[in-house]
């Protein structure tokens, strides 16, 4: 499967918040609040669509991030059940912690739940360090938030070798 991520907008948002209802049941954003982060300056909203079908939204992930602050927070990432296991979840995740950098960021945090350890599998490997608990974060259902933070990586540039 080859994937596309272009940024998210306003005409995005019935795809994001049916992944979003989907995934998030109980404590799913709302289309207003979604609304808002897509059309915030500190926002960086991105989807994920297949080449074959580029008008369908597999996937999204957001990125709170005001220029120059130095710290950066992900908002959100989700993967539509038939798109998992194709490594779309580390390409946006990759692509967010680009932008932070870019914004200036040196840190980046994200919550995840207790009872998704798929989640936190990627964020382990992405380097993130649980750093925090937030007992009964998520609610109505009372699980608890793991905090994570990453120092982003400075990027590394190798010379060109020729010949």
């Known amino acids: 499967m080859s994937w596309q991520l272009r940024r998210a907008t306003i005409k995005d948002l019935d795809a994001i918040m049916a992944i979003e209802a989907s995934e998030f049941a109980n404590d799913a954003w709302s289309s207003d609040m979604m609304?808002?982060?897509?059309?915030d300056n500190h926002g960086y909203y991105l989807v994920a669509t297949t080449l074959e079908?580029?008008?369908v939204v597999q996937a999204y992930a957001g990125l709170?991030?005001?220029?120059?602050?130095?710290?950066?927070?992900i908002q959100t990432i989700a993967v539509?059940?038939?798109?998992?296991?194709?490594?779309?979840?580390r390409a946006l995740m990759?692509?967010?912690?680009?932008?932070?950098?870019?914004?200036?960021?040196?840190e980046l945090f994200l919550e995840v739940r207790d009872d998704n350890p798929s989640a936190q599998k990627l964020y382990d490997s992405l380097g993130f360090?649980?750093?925090?608990?937030?007992?009964n974060?998520?609610?109505?259902?009372?699980?608890d938030a793991i905090v994570m933070q990453l120092t982003i990586p400075?990027?590394?540039?190798a010379p060109a070798v020729g010949q």
């Open 80 to 89: 539509a059940p038939d798109a998992r296991r194709h490594g779309i979840g």
């Open 154 to 157: 400075e990027p590394k540039l």
């Open 53 to 55: 079908e580029p008008g």
């Open 64 to 73: 709170r991030a005001p220029y120059r602050s130095g710290q950066a927070d």
């Open 35 to 39: 609304r808002g982060e897509l059309g």
């Open 137 to 143: 974060y998520y609610q109505p259902d009372g699980v």
């Open 94 to 106: 990759h692509a967010l912690m680009v932008e932070a950098r870019d914004r200036g960021a040196s």
């Open 129 to 135: 360090e649980r750093i925090a608990v937030r007992p």
